[in-house]
């Protein structure tokens, strides 16, 4: 069963950091998109970067976060992460890492069929 689990979640100042992480049980990364969407409460599912790890792409994000978060991957310990920067109050929000084979970077939900449990980023003003 292919599964992928959230960490680095918390609660930070604005102005603040995180690190987010992915993690996959049970496939490697080759080949797959991976890609951060968070909910806010009554807001509906956004997506907040990607990165396709296929070679010769670049990442993706959302505008809101551009300059302030950055996705990266450790082929070696075979995880993503989610630096983000800056935090702002409205960065808070319940994260999502997903990830589909052989897909190049979408904000399509419906695209991904691997999803993490999520992990909560609150950011305090």
């Known amino acids: 069963e292919v599964q992928l689990v959230e960490s680095g979640g918390g609660l930070v100042q604005a102005g603040g950091s995180l690190r987010l992480s992915c993690e996959p049980s049970?496939?490697?990364?080759?080949?797959?998109?991976i890609a951060w969407f968070r909910q806010a409460p009554g807001k509906e599912r956004e997506g907040v970067s990607c990165i396709s790890m296929r070679a010769g792409t670049t990442p993706h994000y959302a505008d809101s976060v551009k300059g302030r978060f950055t996705i990266s991957s450790d082929n070696a310990r075979n995880t993503v992460y989610l630096q983000m920067n800056d935090l702002k109050p409205e960065d808070t929000a319940v994260y999502y890492c997903a990830a589909e084979w052989d897909l190049f970077c979408t904000w399509n939900i419906a695209a991904f069929s691997s999803w993490g449990q999520g992990t909560q980023v609150t950011v305090s003003s």
């Open positions: 049970g496939f490697t990364f080759n080949d797959y998109a």
